[in-house]
C-alpha cells in the first residue's frame, strides 16, 4: 500500500481543515479509495477517516414524505432498516445488493454518492427519487449533483452528511450484473410519485454516468406499464463498453431493465 | 450402463413439463449430455513406507495433494493393506529435502500411480515382514501367512502383529544379518498403460432471451473412475471439476488487447469467477468398474468434471436455443450473455427484444 | 507511523505501524495470525474475511488504523482451545474444504451470516450470502451443506 498519513478527527469542522491543509482523501467504508490506492488510481498522502464523526451518523428517519438517510449509514443498515423497508423498499432492496455481506458491512451511502462510481447503485436511486444531498456547507438536488464519470458537484474538501429521499407512490430497481465485478453492467431505479410524475434513471451503462431516461419517462408518464416503452431504445453512441458488454448490449441490456423496474415495481430484482 | 443411471437420476422424463413452466415464465430452457472417455495417470511415481522404532510408519510420496485429500487416501490404503492403525500413519509430501523424489500431482494420476506405487512398497513391506515374522514366530520352514494385519505361521495359532514385526526391525540386537536394521521400502508405478475414467454428465439450463442470461438449473453426474477408495473425497473432487467446467464454459476467459498485449482480465473484476449462487447443487453417481490395468482397480478422478461439464452445458445451451435460428456450431465459450443475447438477436430479432 | 490499539480474539494488542498498514497485514505480519489469507487483494475473493466489533469485514479493504479501538475476531479465536468450533467440524465433518485457502473466510463469512439470520437458512440463501466468498476446488457444495448443518445445530442449541 502506498504510504499515507491516517486521520481520525471527531468533527466536520476538523476533518475540512485538514482536508484543506493538504493532499486529502476521505475515507469512509473505504471500500471505493482503499482499492483505487492499490491499483494506484489514486495516492492520497492524507486518509481522513469519517466514521468517527457524530454529526454523520445521524441515522434513518421518516417523516413528512421524507425518508433521510445519514452519510455513514452502512448498505447493511440501509438494507434492514424497517424504516426504508417500509417507506422504499426498492431502495431498501437496491442496498441490500451492493457487493456482498461484508461489502454491506462498511460501504456508506455518503461514500458512494460522493464516488459516483458509474456502476455504483445508489446514484441511480438518488435521481430517479429527486433526492437532495446535504452536505457540511449547503444541500445539493440530485439532478445537479452528479456530474460525470466519477465526478459530482462537490467541491475539494466538502463532506456530504446525509440525503433525504421523497417518498414515491411506488419505486422499483432492476440490475443486471456484470458476470465478473457483480457491480452493475446496467441497472434501472424507475419511481412513480402521487402527481403522476415518472423518473426513471440508469446506472451502470451511460458512457457519461448515471443518466436519467427523459424519453421514457415522459412515455411512462402516459402510462406507467412496459407496454408504453414500446418503440423506445437508448442510443449505443451513449454507452459504455468493455470485455463485458458492448454499447450495443448495453443500450439494449439497460432498456430491459428500465421495462423490468417499471414491471416490478415495488421492490428491486437482480438478474444475472 | 453410466448413460442410463445419469438419465434416470436427472429425471430425463420430466423434462418437458419443466421447459413448458419455464416457457410459461418467457424463459428457454434446455438439456445436455455429455457422454465422455479420457485419459488418466501419466509418467511414473515413486511412493516410500518407513517404519520407526514405535510401529508408526510415513508415507512418503511423490505426488503432491494441494487439496485431494492424500493424507487421507493414503493412508485408508496403508491401513488396509497393512494393518497399522490410522493414528499411526504419518504423512510427508512435497519437501525436497524429505522427500527424494517424485512427480507430483496433475493429469487425475495420484490415485492410480501414487496408490499403485505405494501397493508396491506395502508389499515389499509384507515380504520384509513375513521373514521377520518366520524368524521371531519360529516357522522353522513352515510358511507364513499374512491377513488382516496379522502375521501367522501356516497351520498354527502362533501370530504377531504387523506393527510388533516392525518394532523388532529396530532391536537393539539379535537381528538376523540379512534383514539390516530398521524397515523401510519404496516402491513405483508406471502408467502403461495408463487407465480411462468415464461417465455420463447432464445439465439443464434456462436462457433468458431478452437478456442472454444463463442459469444452470440442474446438473448430474454419473463417474467410472473404478474403484472409489473415498466416496466423499471423490465427490467433491466432481463437485470442484464440474464448477470449473461450468465456469469456463459459462463465464471465464483470458482477454487481451489486441494492440498492446496487455492483459484485460487481469483480476476479479474482469476475470469472471462463479460464486456460489452460479453452481447449482450437483447430483452425481458413481458406477465403479474396476480398471483391469493395475492392482487397485483405480481410474483417475481429478479432471472428469472439467471435461464433462463445458460439453454437457454447451449442448444444453443448444438445445434451449434450437428452434431461434441460431447457428449452435458458432457458439463460443465463455457463452457470456452478451454472446448468447447476440446469437438470438442476429436470428430471430423479436425474440430477444 | 501511528499507533494502533485492538484487541484480537480477545487479547490486547497495541503497536507502531505504518499509517497504510492493512488490518489483514498487521495480522499476519504483526501478529502472527496467518490463519487470514490474502486472495486476490481487489476485494472480491473473501479469503481474509475476520470481524470487527462484530461484523464480518474483509480485512484487506481496512486500514489496521481504522479498526484501532475495536475488537477482532479471526478463525484462530472462534474456537475455545483444542475442541473445533461448531463450524469447523461441520466444514471438517462435510468436506467442505479442499485446499483450504479460502476456508478460514468462507468459516469467518459463515459465522456472520448464521447469526445474522438466527440460524433459519436455506441452501439458496446462503449460496447468496457467499457472493463475496470465492472458491476455486469444492464447487460450494460441500461448503454450503457444512453451514447449514452448522446453523441448524446452532437453532437446536438455542432451543
Given at each position: ?272 | 450402463m453410466a448413460?442410463d443411471k ?30 465422455f472417455i479420457e485419459q488418466g495417470g501419466i509418467f511414473n511415481e515413486r511412493m516410500e513406507l518407513r517404519f520407526d522404532p514405535s510401529g508408526m510408519v510415513t508415507i512418503v510420496a511423490g505426488t503432491h495433494s494441494h487439496g485431494q485429500g492424500h493424507a487421507t487416501t493414503y493412508s485408508q490404503m496403508v491401513t488396509e493393506w497393512l494393518g497399522v492403525p490410522f493414528e499411526a500413519i504419518r504423512f510427508i509430501q512435497g519437501d525436497t529435502e524429505k522427500v527424494p523424489f517424485g512427480r507430483g500431482t496433475y493429469a487425475a494420476r495420484s490415485s492410480m500411480l501414487g496408490g499403485a506405487a505405494l501397493k508396491n512398497a506395502a508389499d515389499i513391506v509384507i515380504e520384509k515382514g513375513k521373514a521377520m515374522a518366520g524368524f521371531l514366530l519360529e516357522a522353522k520352514g513352515a510358511g507364513v501367512e499374512f491377513a488382516e494385519g496379522i502375521f501367522r505361521v501356516a497351520n498354527t495359532n502362533r501370530t504377531m502383529p504387523l506393527v510388533d514385526v516392525a518394532k523388532a526391525f529396530y532391536r537393539k540386537g539379535g537381528i538376523p544379518k540379512e534383514f539390516g536394521l530398521g524397515l523401510e521400502a519404496t516402491g513405483s508405478y508406471a502408467a502403461d498403460p495408463p487407465n480411462f475414467p468415464n461417465g455420463c ?20 453426474s454419473v463417474d467410472d473412475c473404478g474403484r472409489v477408495v473415498n466416496p466423499m473425497i471423490c465427490r467433491g473432487q466432481i463437485h470442484g471439476g ?42 452425481g453417481e458413481f458406477h465403479e468398474v474396476p480398471c483391469k490395468t493395475n492392482p487397485l482397480g483405480i481410474k483417475g478422478i481429478g479432471e472428469a468434471g472439467?471435461i ?46 | ?81 483444542d475442541e473445533l468450533?461448531?463450524?469447523q467440524a461441520?466444514f471438517r465433518k462435510h468436506h467442505g474444504l479442499q485446499c483450504g ?36 476446488c469444492t464447487?460450494?457444495?460441500n ?17
Amino acid at each position: 500500500m502506498r504510504p499515507t498519513t491516517y486521520h481520525r478527527p471527531l468533527t466536520l469542522k476538523a476533518a475540512a481543515a485538514i482536508h484543506a491543509a493538504g493532499d486529502s482523501a476521505y475515507i469512509s467504508g473505504g471500500h471505493t479509495i482503499l482499492p483505487a490506492i492499490k491499483q494506484r488510481l489514486a495516492a492520497p498522502e492524507n486518509l481522513i477517516d469519517l466514521r468517527h464523526i457524530s454529526e454523520l451518523t445521524t441515522g434513518i428517519h421518516a417523516e413528512g414524505g421524507l425518508l433521510s438517510i445519514g452519510a455513514a449509514m452502512s448498505h447493511a443498515h440501509v438494507a434492514a432498516s424497517a424504516i426504508v423497508r417500509s417507506a422504499i423498499p426498492a431502495l431498501a432492496g437496491l442496498a441490500g445488493s451492493i457487493g456482498d455481506p461484508m461489502v454491506r458491512h462498511l460501504g456508506t451511502i455518503g461514500g458512494s454518492v460522493a464516488n459516483n462510481d458509474p456502476a455504483a447503485d445508489y446514484p441511480s436511486a438518488l435521481l430517479a427519487l429527486g433526492a437532495t444531498v446535504f452536505t457540511d456547507r449547503r444541500s445539493l438536488k440530485a439532478d445537479d449533483f452528479f456530474t460525470g464519470l466519477y465526478a459530482s458537484a462537490l467541491d475539494a474538501g466538502e463532506i456530504v452528511t446525509r440525503i433525504t429521499f421523497p417518498v414515491p407512490v411506488s419505486a422499483g430497481y432492476a440490475k443486471f450484473r456484470n458476470p465478473a465485478s457483480r457491480y452493475a453492467m446496467a441497472a434501472a431505479f424507475v419511481a412513480r410519485f402521487a402527481d403522476g410524475s415518472v423518473r426513471a434513471a440508469v446506472t451502470g451503462a451511460g458512457n457519461r454516468g448515471v443518466f436519467r431516461a427523459a424519453a421514457m419517462e415522459a412515455a411512462l408518464r402516459q402510462s406507467f406499464s412496459t407496454d408504453a416503452l414500446r418503440g423506445l431504445a437508448f442510443e449505443a453512441g451513449d454507452m459504455m463498453s468493455d470485455i463485458h458488454g458492448s454499447a450495443e448490449y448495453r443500450a439494449h441490456l439497460a432498456k430491459v431493465m428500465v421495462q423490468r423496474a417499471v414491471q416490478f415495481t415495488g421492490e428491486a430484482r437482480i438478474f444475472k | 450402463m453410466a448413460l442410463d443411471k445419469c438419465l434416470a437420476l436427472s429425471d430425463w422424463a420430466g423434462f418437458e413439463a419443466r421447459r413448458a413452466a419455464s416457457e410459461r415464465a418467457g424463459l428457454r430452457r434446455g438439456r445436455g449430455i455429455a457422454c465422455f472417455i479420457e485419459q488418466g495417470g501419466i509418467f511414473n511415481e515413486r511412493m516410500e513406507l518407513r517404519f520407526d522404532p514405535s510401529g508408526m510408519v510415513t508415507i512418503v510420496a511423490g505426488t503432491h495433494s494441494h487439496g485431494q485429500g492424500h493424507a487421507t487416501t493414503y493412508s485408508q490404503m496403508v491401513t488396509e493393506w497393512l494393518g497399522v492403525p490410522f493414528e499411526a500413519i504419518r504423512f510427508i509430501q512435497g519437501d525436497t529435502e524429505k522427500v527424494p523424489f517424485g512427480r507430483g500431482t496433475y493429469a487425475a494420476r495420484s490415485s492410480m500411480l501414487g496408490g499403485a506405487a505405494l501397493k508396491n512398497a506395502a508389499d515389499i513391506v509384507i515380504e520384509k515382514g513375513k521373514a521377520m515374522a518366520g524368524f521371531l514366530l519360529e516357522a522353522k520352514g513352515a510358511g507364513v501367512e499374512f491377513a488382516e494385519g496379522i502375521f501367522r505361521v501356516a497351520n498354527t495359532n502362533r501370530t504377531m502383529p504387523l506393527v510388533d514385526v516392525a518394532k523388532a526391525f529396530y532391536r537393539k540386537g539379535g537381528i538376523p544379518k540379512e534383514f539390516g536394521l530398521g524397515l523401510e521400502a519404496t516402491g513405483s508405478y508406471a502408467a502403461d498403460p495408463p487407465n480411462f475414467p468415464n461417465g455420463c454428465h447432464s445439465c439443464e439450463v434456462e436462457i433468458d432471451p431478452q437478456t442472454g442470461s444463463i442459469v444452470v438449473d440442474r446438473y448430474t453426474s454419473v463417474d467410472d473412475c473404478g474403484r472409489v477408495v473415498n466416496p466423499m473425497i471423490c465427490r467433491g473432487q466432481i463437485h470442484g471439476g464440474v464448477a470449473q467446467g461450468l465456469g469456463q464454459a459459462q463465464r471465464e476467459g483470458m482477454v487481451y488487447d489486441r494492440e498492446s498485449g496487455q492483459l484485460l482480465s487481469g483480476s476479479f473484476m474482469d476475470y469472471a469467477m462463479p460464486r456460489a449462487s452460479d453452481i447449482p447443487e450437483i447430483h452425481g453417481e458413481f458406477h465403479e468398474v474396476p480398471c483391469k490395468t493395475n492392482p487397485l482397480g483405480i481410474k483417475g478422478i481429478g479432471e472428469a468434471g472439467t471435461i464433462a461439464a463445458p460439453v454437457a452445458f454447451m449442448n444444453a445451451v443448444a438445445d434451449a436455443l434450437d428452434g431461434l435460428g441460431v447457428d449452435s456450431d458458432a457458439l463460443q465459450m465463455p457463452a457470456t450473455p452478451e454472446h448468447i443475447w447476440a446469437a438470438i438477436a442476429a436470428a430471430r430479432p423479436h425474440a430477444a427484444a | 507511523m501511528t499507533s494502533v490499539q485492538l484487541t484480537v480474539n480477545g487479547k490486547l494488542s497495541t503497536a507502531e505501524v505504518d499509517d497504510q498498514t492493512l488490518l489483514v497485514e498487521f495480522l499476519r505480519d504483526k501478529l502472527r495470525l496467518t490463519g487470514t489469507h490474502v486472495g486476490c487483494d481487489t476485494s472480491q475473493c473473501g479469503a481474509c474475511v475476520v470481524h470487527v466489533d462484530g461484523l464480518a469485514v474483509k480485512s484487506c479493504t481496512m486500514l489496521a488504523a481504522q479498526a484501532s479501538g475495536a475488537s477482532v475476531l479471526t478463525i484462530e479465536g472462534i474456537s475455545g482451545g483444542d475442541e473445533l468450533h461448531p463450524l469447523q467440524a461441520a466444514f471438517r465433518k462435510h468436506h467442505g474444504l479442499q485446499c483450504g485457502y479460502c476456508t478460514p473466510g468462507m468459516i469467518m463469512c459463515a459465522l456472520d451470516m448464521i447469526r445474522r439470520h438466527d440460524g433459519k437458512l436455506d441452501a439458496t440463501t446462503v449460496r447468496e450470502e457467499l457472493e463475496g466468498n470465492i472458491c476455486r476446488c469444492t464447487g460450494y457444495q460441500n461448503i454450503v451443506a457444512a453451514i447449514l448443518d452448522a446453523a441448524a445445530a446452532t437453532r437446536a442449541l438455542q432451543v
